[in-house]
T-cell receptor, first 113, second 112 residues
């Protein structure tokens, strides 16, 4: 079946650094991918829609300059958290699929010290 | 936007017990998915069920689209069933997008 790979699965870094998270569709091409964020003990919230070859669409309240999304190929979307701060610590997870249902990556646990 | 409510928020069971989780949504949908998030954070697709009933082993789900709710049944629960169960629907009524709005989840704990 369709598989979505996300990397890294876990990252710890110092405040002020930038962190890049990759989301790959392994056996299908995805013109659209989605990025979600989940704070501890909360639900998943959509951050942005990643569109291959064009700008991402961000949900209300999500800073596009802080969360840079690049979807340069049909199998790869990246989310870069720029100048990360402790409040950006969260679980980030992507999804992709050519149709319903969407398939989710295993997520990235980001901890900013 | 569409509202998704799940109940109960927490559920504790003894191994072997059965349970029913509920998901109510505020508008018509053409997509509904149930997920299990395990303690490591992995989100597992359980059912894609915009309407009707489906079964997969000890799990089954029913969506009554006209009444805007879905139920997830877990029978003969096992400790590995522990985790958080989410339902999710498109953000716009009859939306064709693949993006999803998640409910707040039901945290299930199955004790041995």
């Amino acid at each position: 079946g369709a598989v979505v790979s996300q990397h890294p699965s876990w990252v710890i870094c110092k405040s002020g650094t930038s962190v890049k998270i990759e989301c790959r569709s392994l056996d299908f091409q995805a013109t659209t991918m989605f990025w979600y964020r989940q704070f501890p003990k909360q639900s998943l919230m959509l951050m942005a829609t990643s569109n291959e070859g064009s700008k991402a669409t961000y949900e209300q309240g999500v800073e596009k300059d802080k969360f840079l999304i690049n979807h340069a190929s049909l199998t790869l979307s990246t989310l870069t958290v720029t100048s990360a701060h402790p409040e950006d610590s969260s679980f980030y997870i992507c999804s992709a699929g050519t149709h319903q249902p969407q398939h989710f990556g295993d997520g990235t646990r980001l901890s900013i010290l | 936007g569409i509202q998704v409510e799940q109940s109960p928020p927490d559920l504790i069971l003894q191994e072997g017990a059965n349970s029913t989780l509920r998901c109510n949504f505020s508008d018509s949908v053409n997509n509904l998915q149930w997920f299990h998030q395990n303690p490591w954070g992995q989100l597992i697709n359980l059912f894609y069920i915009p309407s009707g009933t489906k079964q997969n082993g000890r799990l089954s789900a029913t969506t009554v689209a006209t009444e805007r709710y879905s139920l997830l049944y877990i029978s003969s629960s096992q400790t590995t069933d522990s985790g958080v169960y989410f339902c999710a629907v498109p953000p716009v009524s009859q939306g064709g997008s693949e993006k999803l709005v998640f409910g707040k989840g039901t945290k299930l704990t199955v004790n041995p």
